[in-house]
């Protein structure tokens, strides 16, 4: 999300400059109990369980990538599976993303085991120690063309799950106030391609 949303937000706000926005950045559960349990009008996030009970709309898709030093064994392939990347040492996101979910459990289902070495807080974070020699990791793409392209390598995942949606969620798209409203409505012209 950090690839798309600054720039939406920026050409929100300069058209709504009497709106305020208070974002917070986090797992998609917690984004999910946060609009579940009123805390936030919206959210954005990538489908998991607990957005279940809530309304959606579309708003992005984001490609996940590998990224790796340019020395990297693996920084030959243009593309591959992610069960290729089972016998690095990995960087990890804190804090239970379902991202990180995912990469769990396709090492479950290899019966393997992650080699997580780090776990960090942030993508950038993420990118600094990849650089460092540290490990692999995954990122959607966007954010990897944001943080790392100079320095780093990606492959793009071919794995089905690895192409990934991105969802406005809210407990009543109707119910909510006009100018959560408008942002809604802007975030999702983006996505149908109008501006």
Known sequence: ME???????????HSNPDIRIDLHQCSSRDVAHAVF????????????EEVAPL???????ERLVLVMPESHQLARLKKLSYVQSLDFEQIAMRGSSTVQATLDRVARQQRRRLRQRIEVDSLSAMCRM??????????????F????ERRL?????????ALRALNLYALDFKALPAPAQ??????????????
């Open 3 to 13: 690839q798309f949303l600054p720039s939406d937000l920026a050409v929100f706000t």
């Open 37 to 48: 349990h009123r805390e936030a009008e919206l959210g954005i996030c990538g489908p998991c």
């Open 55 to 61: 309304q959606s709309r579309p708003y992005r898709t």
């Open 130 to 143: 990849i650089e460092c020699g540290m490990g692999i990791g995954v990122m959607p793409l966007g954010a």
């Open 145 to 148: 063309q944001a943080l790392g």
């Open 153 to 161: 390598h990606a492959a793009e995942l071919t794995d089905p799950w």
């Open 182 to 195: 408008r942002f809604v409505e802007r975030l999702t012209a983006v996505e149908r391609g109008g501006e």
